[in-house]
């Protein structure tokens, strides 16, 4: 099962907007990632938030954890064409003993 | 660039066909994963290993064959394959296996006919 779930699956917006994608999640958790995928290629780190922190800044990047909601939200501020991509969460699964990943919200970025 | 290569970028093979995927980091990771990212579905994980050792195999079919032959390379032998194991392969690495930040390679495309 998924550990990390995004929303929306799909999200399109204006150069210079802001994107805000969510993430949920289910069991307890040490730290959560974001990661980003450029269409066809590997996924890239972001920004890793552990669980004593509720927000973490890197440039135009800002993401927030709430563990009692079991959620984060990744921030995107003043958008560019080229942050049009994927986005997925992370998070550790015990039993797989690996990082599991959501399904990702797409993110397009109109110029 | 992550410091994780990927050969070849794309393959195109037929079902009764054997091929290798080759992975590389130069990192100094001690984990290495394969997973398998298919159209409309979540990256799935397939293998890890830590210090070249195999430490979960996550139900995959045998005609997938994974090898790691020292901690820097990681290889999955590919053999009479489906169509429906079309997809793009992505190798990662890690410092230490869990919860540490993952290094991606550009992936394969693979197209099983």
């Known amino acids: 099962s998924q550990q990390g779930e995004e929303d929306p699956q799909a999200l399109s917006i204006q150069e210079g907007e802001n994107a805000t994608m969510n993430c949920s999640y289910k069991t307890s958790i040490n730290n959560l990632q974001w990661y980003r995928q450029n269409s066809g290629r590997g996924l890239v780190h972001l920004i890793l938030?552990?669980?004593?922190?509720r927000e973490k800044h890197s440039g135009r990047l800002r993401v927030t954890l709430d563990t009692s909601k079991k959620s984060s939200s990744l921030l995107i501020t003043a958008s560019r064409a080229a942050d049009t991509a994927s986005y997925f969460c992370a998070t550790y699964d015990t039993g797989r003993r690996a990082l599991t990943f959501g399904s990702g919200t797409r993110l397009q970025v109109q110029p | 660039e992550t410091g994780v290569t990927q050969t070849p970028r794309h393959l195109v093979m037929g079902m009764t066909n054997k091929k290798s995927l080759k992975c590389e980091q130069h990192l100094g990771h001690n984990a290495m994963y394969w997973y398998k990212q298919s159209a409309k579905k979540p990256l799935e994980l397939m293998f890890v290993?830590?210090?070249?050792?195999?430490?979960e195999n996550n139900s995959v079919p045998s005609r997938f064959s994974p090898e790691c032959p020292n901690s820097s390379h990681l290889f999955l032998h590919l053999h009479t394959l489906q169509p429906e194991d079309s997809a793009l392969y992505l190798c990662a690495s890690s410092r230490e296996s869990g919860q540490e930040t993952q290094y991606f390679g550009p992936g394969t495309r693979l197209l099983v006919l």
């Open positions: 938030i552990r669980s004593n922190e």
């Open positions: 290993y830590s210090l070249e050792e195999r430490v």
